[in-house]
């Protein structure tokens, strides 16, 4: 006990501390993922930089709004942080079971992160805190890479352009280098002693990737300066500005150095420093800026001081003491645990995609591969549907026969559909279950199938015109030359033959008991289990022959 009878106080840096570290391990993979861009200075390879900015803008936080330290903790914060850490929870553990590869196309995973943060911070400093502690957990928004992605598939090209466009005049008004013609800006040629060095200016060098990385720590600095939210956005803007003419200088600097001093000084020892010196140089260009745009820097122990009743500070009895945060420990320990748990398991989610969700898989259409004791043989185009998918869509039928010990048991055809297309929301639009409700067929199946590798496909058995056929099919990202499409496979078979052919595939233990559940209230009536056994092995076959480094482009 403390002087005066009174239980100790807990001070806010270590429930800090404990939020962190439970985020850490309950995203143990998913933070993991974003790391490991880190290696290879991809365009995100800066959104690991995320989660600790937004662990110091916590800190920052606390010590700014000192009384989120002495709020009361009460139990309606059970309550919300349950309602949060369900959310992350359902998602992380249910979603790649409901949405097959497009979970972690999409890296739901990432989105849910903010959600488990409020929920430890609920826990730890009251459901109050969330208002002043705000924007360090919305800041964990950043880490998610659709957005980003989106942008630079739609526009890396131009800024690429645009770079080249600048460094190609900058380098004839300098004359440091000289364009190639027809390289369209993107190689030079830089003499040095009497020799030619060729030099290739790719996406790479446009500055996405240090524009990424300033914006995740300029909207940071956001937080940290003092004025009127429109002169920090124009402040940030001239920041990114900024940020691309240094880039184009140093495009420059490294052609001079290349002139001057040679090849080996300017690739081997400037290059690799060379942009974070840019960057670091942009930052403190736009700190002695700060007065042109009326903003002042702030000081993490500034305390703002607010006199509404969620600034109220709680009675000490009420406020964290050791016998309060204990057992809210102990439930942040279990929600900790099972949100661990689950996102160990996107391990398989995450196959034949890269970090940011982006596929690494070929479309079938370009590379038609199945695996050993299948023959495989392209049987025409269906053009027809074009209306439907899109007018870049493509239908191939193929027709797929077995061989070996699988066509002891039976002779049988099974057709294959691989429906290609830009538009994910016209193959949603126009489903199997939607065809099959339109044409009045009669199905007597229609449940989920785990193909392996975090891949769901769909079951159905159908009755159409006295015939009984049996579909499977799966739906997910694909490449095509180097553009994002979606891609459904269907395979079709009617037959009374009953192959012995069974792979039970496995993507995880959580994955398989969520399909489970999702097929419980689902009714069987399969006349043939033995065939949707040997689709589904097929099928399995299928994924994890594209999966492997040899389907890939």
């Known amino acids: 006990m403390s ?40 365009p995100l390879a800066d959104l690991v930089l995320v989660p600790p900015i937004s662990a110091g803008l916590l800190v920052a936080a606390s ?52 959600l488990f943060a409020a929920a430890a911070i609920v826990l730890l400093f009251g459901a109050r805190a969330l208002v002043p502690l705000a924007f360090p957990i919305g800041f964990l928004v950043l880490a998610w890479p659709l957005p980003y992605v989106a942008l ?16 190609e005049r900058t380098s004839s008004l300098t004359h440091v280098a000289t364009a190639v013609d027809g390289s369209a800006g993107s190689r030079y040629v830089v003499e040095h002693g009497g020799d030619q060095i060729t030099v290739s200016v790719a996406s790479a060098c446009s500055g996405v990737n240090a524009l990424i990385g300033f914006g995740v720590v300029g909207v940071a600095a956001l937080w940290l300066v003092r004025g009127r939210v429109v002169r920090r956005i124009a402040w940030l803007l001239a920041g990114a500005a900024l940020v691309w003419s240094l880039n184009v200088a140093r495009i420059l600097g490294v052609f001079l150095a290349a002139r001057q001093l040679g090849e ?39 305390v703002d001081v607010v006199d509404t009743p969620l600034a109220r500070t709680a009675a000490p009895a009420q406020q964290a003491t050791p016998w309060r945060v204990g057992p809210r420990l102990l439930v942040l320990v279990a929600l900790t645990g099972a949100v661990a748990l689950a996102d160990g398991q996107l391990s398989s989610a995450a196959q034949g995609l890269d970090e940011s969700g982006r596929p690494a898989v070929a479309a079938f259409a370009v590379r038609p591969s199945v695996g050993a004791g299948w023959t495989l043989q392209r049987v025409e185009e269906i053009g027809w549907a074009t209306p439907y998918y899109g007018r870049h869509s493509s239908w191939v039928r193929y027709r797929l026969r077995p061989t070996g010990p699988l066509a002891a048991s039976g002779r049988f055809t099974v057709w294959a559909d691989a429906v290609l297309s830009p538009d994910l929301g016209a193959l949603n639009a126009f489903t199997l279950g939607h065809c099959y409700a339109f ?43 180097s553009n994002v499409q979606h891609e459904r ?65």
């Open 152 to 167: 630079l598939e739609r526009g890396l090209s131009a800024f690429t352009d645009a770079t080249a466009w600048a460094v």
């Open 439 to 481: 044409h009045h067929f009669h199905v007597l199946v229609s449940r989920r199938v785990d193909l392996g590798d975090g891949v769901i496909g769909q079951l159905f058995v159908y009755r159409a015109s006295g015939t009984v056929w049996h579909a499977l099919a799966w739906q997910w990202p694909v490449l095509r030359g």
């Open 63 to 114: 010590r700014r709004h000192r009384y989120v330290a002495f709020l009361r903790l009460g139990r309606f914060d059970f309550v919300l942080a349950g309602i949060f850490a369900a959310a992350a929870l359902g998602l992380v553990a249910a979603g790649p079971a409901l949405w097959s590869k497009y979970f972690w196309a999409m890296r739901i995973d990432l989105l849910t992160l903010p």
């Open 489 to 553: 496979i269907v395979l079709l078979a009617d037959t009374q033959t009953r192959p012995r052919m069974r792979v039970e595939p496995h993507s995880s233990w959580l994955t398989d008991q969520m399909v489970r559940y999702l097929n419980a209230r689902d009714g069987d009536r399969d006349p043939n289990t033995a065939l949707s056994g040997a689709l589904a092995s097929l099928a399995t076959q299928l994924v994890s022959v594209r999966i492997d480094r040899r389907a890939r482009t």
């Open 3 to 42: 002087r005066g009878g009174l239980a100790p106080h807990v001070p806010a840096g270590p429930r800090i501390a404990v939020a962190t570290a439970a985020v850490a391990i309950a995203y143990h993979f998913s933070l993991g993922t974003l790391a490991s861009d880190w290696r290879y200075d991809t």
């Open 264 to 302: 080996h000084a300017a690739f081997d020892l400037l290059h690799p420093v060379a942009g974070i010196v840019a960057l670091n140089v942009a930052f403190l260009l736009l700190l002695w800026l700060l007065p042109l745009f009326g903003l002042a820097r702030r000081q993490i122990d500034d």
